[in-house]
């Protein structure tokens, strides 16, 4: 019995290892399905719809508890990683950074004045984005969904599932697809 035990411990460890994120130069977390990107909204954009994927832009600040609260106890959640892995296309934001980001009405702002321009007032904030944004449109108002904060398990990928399923465009609000398929979850 004790190495049944060992043996799904390691097993476990060994599936969270693969998702897990590792703290880059910058202080923000890195988990194996952000990409590296000239943060160029419009191209990233058309790179997702390449690949099948939505666009995600995950904003993030170095010292957040509620940062690594998400990349550790709710991200590397195997059904959650892949399933952002295999839907997402996700580029991170340093919420006081200086890296060049070109927004998709192509203003190009240090990361930090993007940021402000966008209204983003709390890390995480993730923003998710149509297959077609608008030239000039930006990034707050094109987002057809905001998940400003830390959220658990559950909500964090319901809400996934309601982006990827366009549930933005339907009469069902995301709090009642949630509560509905919270509901199915608990069981």
Known sequence: MRKLITACAV?????????????????????P????????LQEDL???????????????????????????????????????DENFFVVQINMFG???VTDFDGEVLPEKDMVKKWGAL?????????????????AARAAVATMPGAF?????????NWVVEEGYDGDESFQKYHARKFADQKD
């Open 46 to 84: 058309e790179e997702a719809n390449a690949e099948g994927k939505r666009l995600m832009v995950i904003i993030e600040q170095r010292g957040c508890i509620y940062c690594k609260k998400m990349h550790e106890e709710v991200f590397p959640v195997e059904e959650i990683a892949s399933y952002i």
């Open 11 to 31: 097993l476990m460890s060994m599936t969270v290892g693969a998702y897990a994120a590792t703290i880059g130069d910058d202080g923000l977390h890195k988990a």
């Open 122 to 138: 709390f890390t995480p904030s993730i923003l998710f984005f149509p297959t077609e944004v608008g030239p000039d449109v930006s």
């Open 152 to 160: 658990g398990r559950y909500t964090t990928f319901n809400m996934l």
């Open 98 to 100: 200086d890296v060049e």
């Open 33 to 40: 399905w952000m990409r590296d990107t000239f943060k160029d």
